[in-house]
């Protein structure tokens, strides 16, 4: 999997250098390994050398930093050919034009309507949809017991459930999203081929521009369609712009919910005294949602950005055309921001609401609303449902994906009485 060039390489000989593990086999023991390294550490991200920071005050700060940008062009090792198409991160930063690769206001400009179907006043008018999605995937939960009382809540449950909300959201027919979920999965997981991995690319850019022609032609009551709608006097976004936005909304979208859902049962019966306090309506599920996010992130490294000039972090230095990653996971367990006690989950803790695992600054995370409210259907609906829930194996048994940007779990094995 490494970069065959010899500059990317050598960081991955050097005894400074973290490398991120492609098969995520210790996540536990890398993230105290990034946070101890410092606010910034040198990493190696399958023979690419990159900057991570890690601690919340830095990571504020660049995230903020108009020298940082996402436009890969900014990127030294790109430009100079060390990286190329055949590097098996590369689709996660050279993803084709959408918000989430440009900056200033062409960056406001992508981003406006997405905002716009997103507001407070939208999740309110969709909860009856996500309350309904729930329920019959309850149902469907039940039904999937195998004799011995087991079923995947990973498979069943906590990853339809956003696929179904974020497929109504953006106007893709249902039938549609089985096909979406195997794909994004292989995208990103670090087994798939390189030369299959483009491959997918090219179908998600195919599926989304059949979906954006056929909504330009009969436009319906979705993002899709409002995001080929310019405001009056505004600049419509290109179909290349609105493929982009979709491509990357429906990944993030549900990537980061099935995280979420998953972390916060795992974390729960993990801890049943928190349960049930909880469960006895002593703390609210925002505290475990909040708490979630800040000590298991569903993100755990967010690719890339670039420094257009040198830019001074404490003792150390980014220089121009280094590429930088914000370590989501690290930067949550960060004991100057949370306390001595960052490492240990605790939904009764002062500091659950200071996390910024949604990001920060320009970038932030457009979706980070929506996940926020269908964890919060979710969760209680659960252990309403099934409050003997408990796993079907022992935690540690548990195994993670080969995904280096998701906290992703491979299944979710429970039984439900």
């Known amino acids: 999997m490494?970069?065959?060039?010899a500059e990317a390489a050598q960081a991955g000989r050097n005894p400074g250098v973290i490398t991120i593990d492609p098969m995520v086999q210790d996540l536990d023991?890398?993230?105290?390994?990034?946070?101890?390294?410092?606010?910034?550490?040198?990493?190696?991200?399958?023979?690419?050398?990159?900057?991570?920071?890690?601690?919340?005050?830095?990571?504020?700060q660049l995230l903020v930093d108009p020298r940082l940008v996402k436009d890969i062009d900014?990127?030294?090792?790109?430009?100079?050919?060390?990286?190329?198409?055949?590097w098996p991160l590369i689709g996660m930063i050279d993803a084709g034009r959408s918000m989430f690769t440009v900056d200033g206001a062409e960056h406001r400009r992508l981003r406006t309507k997405t905002s716009q179907a997103l507001t407070p006043r939208r999740l309110e008018a969709i909860r009856p949809?996500?309350?309904?999605?729930?329920?019959?995937?309850?149902?469907?939960?039940?039904?999937?017991?195998g004799e011995d009382g087991v079923v995947d809540l990973k498979a069943v449950f906590a990853q339809p459930l956003p696929m179904k909300v974020v497929g109504m959201l953006m106007g893709v027919d249902e039938s549609q999203h089985a096909m979406l979920t195997r794909q994004y999965k292989a995208f990103f997981s670090m087994l798939t081929p390189q030369d299959e991995r483009l491959a997918l690319l090219a179908e998600l850019d195919v599926f989304y521009t059949d979906l954006v022609r056929e909504k330009t032609a009969r436009p319906t009551d979705d993002l899709t369609s409002?995001?080929?709608?310019?405001?009056?006097?505004?600049?419509?976004?290109?179909?290349?712009?609105?493929?982009?936005?979709?491509?990357?909304?429906?990944?993030?979208?549900?990537?980061?919910t099935i995280g979420l859902v998953l972390n916060a049962v795992r974390a729960l019966l993990a801890?049943?005294?928190?349960?049930?306090?909880?469960?006895?309506?002593?703390?609210?599920?925002?505290?475990?949602?909040?708490?979630?996010?800040?000590?298991?992130t569903p993100t755990t490294h967010l690719l890339m950005r670039f420094a257009t000039e040198d830019i001074a972090v404490g003792d150390e230095v980014i220089r121009k055309g280094e590429g930088v990653v914000i370590s989501y996971r690290a930067i949550g367990r960060d004991f100057e921001q949370h306390g001595p006690g960052a490492d240990a989950f605790d939904i009764t803790g002062p500091?659950?609401?200071?996390h910024m695992t949604f990001g920060h600054g320009p970038h932030i995370c457009p979706g980070a609303a929506l996940s926020r409210v269908e964890a919060g259907i979710a969760l209680p609906a659960l252990f309403a449902r099934f409050p003997g829930l408990r796993l079907a194996v022992p935690d540690e048994e548990i195994t993670r994906?080969?995904?280096?940007t998701q906290n992703d779990m491979a299944a979710f094995p429970v039984i439900l009485a």
Request: aromatic share 4%.
């Open 129 to 145: 949809d996500i309350e309904k999605f729930t329920a019959e995937l309850l149902d469907a939960l039940d039904a999937a017991q």
């Open 226 to 256: 409002a995001l080929l709608l310019a405001e009056e006097g505004g600049e419509p976004l290109t179909e290349e712009e609105v493929v982009g936005n979709l491509k990357a909304m429906v990944a993030a979208g549900h990537e980061t």
């Open 2 to 5: 490494n970069c065959p060039h």
């Open 271 to 296: 801890h049943p005294d928190q349960l049930r306090l909880v469960l006895d309506g002593e703390i609210g599920w925002d505290a475990v949602i909040e708490e979630t996010l800040r000590w298991d």
């Open 29 to 60: 023991g890398e993230t105290v390994r990034l946070r101890d390294a410092g606010a910034l550490a040198r990493i190696d991200l399958l023979g690419v050398p990159a900057w991570t920071v890690t601690r919340h005050a830095e990571a504020r």
């Open 351 to 354: 500091t659950r609401n200071r």
């Open 74 to 86: 900014a990127w030294g090792l790109w430009r100079s050919g060390v990286v190329t198409r055949a």
């Open 401 to 404: 994906l080969p995904v280096m």
